[in-house]
């Protein structure tokens, strides 16, 4: 009976260690990760659901379209997103550079993946 407890108590301990290291981990991963996501569906995806452009169809978020049109780049996309253009609007006022930065890497990844 004694020895039984013993181990529950070891088991115990060692569930408790090991939850303790792995939870910090899992908390800064979903902290980080989203964002540029995030961002992009709640500015974006309005006018770009899925990497397309409901408003000018050619100037969509595609591979082809965005080295056709010069932003192909992560500064370039920077650059649009901060400024604006025509029908689409500056964001410097609604992003921080941090979350423009964030925002544009994941076009350009997107478009890389092909939107998938
Ligand atoms: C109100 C609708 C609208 C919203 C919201 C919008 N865009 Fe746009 N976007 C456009 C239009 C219109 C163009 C075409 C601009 C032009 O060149 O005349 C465009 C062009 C672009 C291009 C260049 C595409 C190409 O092939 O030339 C990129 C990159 C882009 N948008 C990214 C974004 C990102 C990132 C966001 C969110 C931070 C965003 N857009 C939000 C309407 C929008």
Redesign the pocket.
């Known amino acids: 009976m004694i020895k039984q407890l013993k181990l529950l108590l070891i088991s115990l301990i060692i569930s408790v260690l090991i939850i303790s290291i792995l939870m910090p981990i899992t908390l800064a991963e979903s902290l980080n990760k989203p964002s540029g996501q995030q961002?992009?569906t709640i500015?974006?995806a309005?006018?770009?659901p899925h990497g397309n452009?409901?408003?000018?169809r050619?100037?969509?978020?595609k591979i082809k379209?965005?080295q056709?049109?010069?932003?192909d780049s992560v500064e370039q996309?920077k650059w649009?997103?901060t400024n604006g253009?025509?029908?689409?609007?500056a964001?410097n006022d609604r992003?921080t550079e941090t979350e423009?930065n964030q925002?544009?890497n994941y076009?350009l990844e997107q478009a890389k993946n092909n939107w998938q």
């Open positions: 961002i992009f500015n974006c309005g006018c770009h452009n409901i408003i000018r050619g100037k969509n978020l379209a965005l056709k049109n010069g932003y996309i649009l997103v253009k025509n029908n689409m609007s964001f992003l423009i925002v544009a076009v």
